[in-house]
């Protein structure tokens, strides 16, 4: 028999447990920004299996192009705006920004495995010897070519081949009656852009962005022979409107066979091979990025990379989402559910070292050799006093590319000539470095 005291203590546990049911329930919602690559729309797809795996957690994704993204993540993690949760950032603001204490620190475990990591993102992620940004992919540069063309014009393709090669396949494997271009380069204006790709061709032209004092170099020989080059071969071998054309848009080209080579990220080549996605997934083969006065800098090295802002107030359930987006079980995932072609590359050992990966990614010897080859510290021929391929890792960088990157497409459009192009960016450029405090 229950005393009073039981009936009158039920009814207050009960109301007790009823409050406590709604904060019990209430999912953590986090805010990914993220850009609109193949592979963050493949993570987006399989967000059920996080959430099945982590009920209280909800993922809310804010999918961006490339330009947008870093424009909206800079803004807000500049103002502590806490917009987003995690963040999709590169391999150029992750040093910057965990040094000014923007970014936290992935709380890696002995079940995450960081030593599987390359090390050559690992490093270039990490401040202090902590990782602040877990790479999501990773990449270099190399070229894409059409065997079935270069065969058809009687040219081997070698491993690593020269510039003056490249144009003499374009030349010959032009046909605009058929829909088929020599050659596709990035044109579209942007530090991440066109710059990514031509700050490669300045490289290995024996160029530089600044000298040991930081004075812009832009109207050197090394930038006139890169941007001439490029100007001149894409208005002789590219398609139509090469001036709009960043990766997405050459992605479509070459996967509907209008181009017949490609220099540009080494992701590139997991879709170009996709037979679902590409017209001419047979007829695709890889070599490295092409040199022309030297090899020091001609392939670029990047990384997207998941990280958490230090204004975020769901750090504990952002750094679990981080961890499983860029754990070996993710990739594990993807293979399961799209095969082993479909994988994000250039982040772990261990994909590079899977049977079942080399077996279905012809390009995987490519793209290893070509990130490893790659150096953040070693990219000019002249010393330089910034680290970084294709960008100078400076908070300044990001302006000085943008304005650069305009300038580039005006030549490509011939709305201005190379050299009005180049004075007008080492003018910005300077103006630039001087309101910056490293030129007087």
Same mark, same amino acid.
């Given at each position: 028999?229950?005393?009073?005291?039981?009936f009158l203590q039920a009814p207050l546990a009960v109301a007790a447990a009823i409050a406590l049911m709604p904060s019990a329930q209430a999912a953590t919602e986090l805010v990914i920004a993220t850009v609109n690559n193949g592979h963050m729309i493949e993570m987006q797809k399989l967000t059920p299996h996080f959430e099945?795996?982590?009920?209280?957690?909800?993922?809310?994704?804010?999918?961006?192009?490339?330009?947008?993204l870093r424009q909206r993540v800079t803004t807000d993690i500049a103002t502590k705006g806490g917009q987003f949760d995690v963040m999709t950032i590169g391999l150029y603001e992750a040093p910057i920004w965990s040094k000014k204490g923007w970014l936290l620190p992935i709380a890696t475990d002995a079940a995450y495995d960081a030593d599987d990591l390359l090390p050559a993102f690992r490093d270039g992620l990490s401040y202090q010897g902590k990782l602040y940004a877990a790479p999501f992919y990773g990449e270099?540069?190399?070229?894409?070519?059409?065997?079935?063309l270069a065969d058809k014009a009687g040219f081997k393709m070698p491993d690593q081949p020269t510039w003056t090669q490249v144009k003499e396949l374009a030349d010959k494997i032009t046909d605009p009656k058929a829909g088929v271009y020599? =050659?596709? &380069?990035?044109? #579209?204006?942007?530090?991440?852009?066109?710059?990514?790709?031509?700050?490669?061709?300045?490289?290995?032209?024996g160029g530089q962005w600044f000298d040991m004092s930081w004075k812009p170099q832009l109207e050197t020989k090394p930038w006139k022979d890169a941007i001439n080059f490029y100007v001149d071969l894409l208005k002789k071998d590219g398609p139509p409107g090469s001036a709009a054309n960043s990766f997405n848009e050459i992605l479509a080209l070459f996967n509907e066979g209008k181009c017949g080579m490609w220099v540009d990220a080494t992701i590139a080549a997991s879709f170009i091979s996709d037979p679902k996605q590409s017209k001419v997934a047979d007829k695709v083969a890889f070599a490295q990025a092409p040199v022309a006065v030297t090899p020091k800098g001609a392939n670029w090295m990047w990384s997207w990379n998941l990280a958490i802002p230090s204004s975020s107030t769901k750090?504990?359930?952002?750094?679990?989402?981080?961890?499983w987006a860029t754990?070996?079980?993710? =990739?594990? &995932?993807?293979? #399961?559910?799209n095969g082993w072609g479909a994988v994000p590359t250039g982040t772990r050992k261990s994909t590079y070292a899977s049977p079942e990966f080399q077996k279905a990614a012809k390009f995987a010897a490519a793209e290893l050799k070509a990130i490893n080859s790659a150096?953040?510290?070693?990219?000019?021929?002249?010393?330089?006093?910034?680290?970084?391929?294709?960008?100078a890792a400076i908070p300044e960088f990001q302006a000085i590319g943008i304005a650069v990157g305009q300038q580039m497409t005006a030549a490509l459009s011939g709305?201005?000539?190379?050299?009005?192009?180049?004075?007008?960016?080492?003018?910005?450029?300077?103006?630039?470095?001087?309101?910056?405090?490293?030129l007087k």
């Open positions: 028999m229950l005393n009073k005291r039981h099945k795996a982590h009920p209280d957690i909800k993922l809310k994704w804010v999918t961006l192009e490339e330009g947008t270099s540069s190399m070229l894409m070519y059409r065997k079935d020599g =050659i596709c &380069l990035r044109g #579209k204006p942007g530090w991440g852009d066109n710059m990514a790709f031509l700050t490669t061709l300045v490289n290995t032209n750090a504990d359930a952002a750094q679990t989402f981080v961890k754990s070996k079980e993710y =990739i594990q &995932l993807v293979a #399961k559910e150096n953040l510290s070693d990219s000019t021929l002249p010393k330089s006093p910034y680290v970084g391929v294709q960008y709305k201005v000539t190379v050299d009005q192009a180049l004075k007008a960016g080492q003018t910005a450029a300077e103006r630039e470095m001087k309101k910056g405090g490293y």
